[in-house]
């Protein structure tokens, strides 16, 4: 698939969740995941979990709908992911329509360094 988005402003990380009912269903997974694409947001990160009730209560403890609560969800579930490293490397880039879906992955990724949209 080809580039997605151009924008001239700067792109926000947003953390999806699907609760285990959703994700139980390959058909209802498949749309929700179908949705997010539709409705053009770029998936940059996905991971499945199998969480006990302690995690679920550990991670829901501090959730509140602000940005610093957006950082640390992220940094909870994706640990090795720079945020700041993000938005100086990724973020212009995909911005700027370069965003490519990886279908097998089901994330959309960067061109490698030297390789162009149409190599």
Same mark, same amino acid.
């Given at each position: 698939m080809g580039a997605v988005l151009r924008s001239a402003r700067p792109l926000?990380?947003?953390?999806?969740?699907l609760k285990p009912d959703a994700v139980a269903h390959p058909l209802v997974l498949e749309a929700?995941? /179908?949705t997010i694409l539709n409705n053009k947001?770029?998936?940059v990160r996905t991971k499945e979990l199998m969480w006990r009730r302690e995690d679920s209560q550990?991670? %829901?403890q501090e959730h509140?709908?602000?940005v610093a609560s957006a950082r640390r969800e992220?940094?909870?579930f994706f640990p /090795?992911?720079?945020e700041s490293l993000? %938005?100086?490397q990724d973020e212009p880039r995909l911005r700027c329509g370069l965003a490519h879906y990886d279908a097998e992955e089901r994330v959309h990724s960067l061109p490698k360094a030297g390789r162009t949209e149409s190599s």
């Open positions: 926000q990380l947003t953390l999806a969740m929700v995941h /179908e947001f770029l998936i550990r991670f %829901y509140s709908d602000s992220i940094a909870f /090795e992911f720079s993000w %938005y100086q």
